[in-house]
């Protein structure tokens, strides 16, 4: 199983980044996928998670302003970000998930957001 993250970077407040996901090793279009971020020193918390199904859901912090998809045929998935805040700041993680979005099994490596002046 393999998760490679891409499309970090350093982005003013206010701005939008869409981070992606390449998936390979398992069958994809079966897996529930989940975003996570964590801020050195502070927990891990997840973001964001999409069902095989399509069925999406969104942490309080970041629903309205982020947006998970999912394409089976590149096996990717992807988080648009919009109207990035300073705490928007982290490290963000993609991994597999079960029956609960936040029951992980592989993680990819994390691509770093920055979201500052």
């Known amino acids: 199983v393999q998760l490679v993250e891409s499309g970090g970077g350093l982005v003013q407040p206010g701005g939008s980044l869409r981070l992606s996901c390449a998936a390979s090793?398992?069958?994809?279009?079966?897996?529930?996928m989940s975003w996570a971020r964590q801020v050195p020193g502070k927990g891990l918390e997840w973001v964001s998670g999409?069902?095989?199904?399509?069925?999406?859901y969104y942490a309080d912090t970041v629903k309205g302003r982020f947006t998970i998809s999912r394409d089976n045929a590149k096996n990717t998935v992807y988080l648009q970000m919009n109207s990035l805040k300073p705490e928007d700041t982290a490290v963000y993680y993609c991994?597999?998930?079960?029956?609960?979005?936040?029951?992980?099994?592989?993680w990819g490596q994390g691509t770093q957001v920055t979201v500052s002046s």
């Open positions: 991994a597999t998930a079960g029956d609960l979005l936040d029951e992980y099994g592989y």
């Open positions: 090793g398992f069958t994809f279009s079966s897996s529930a």
């Open positions: 999409i069902y095989s199904d399509g069925s999406r």
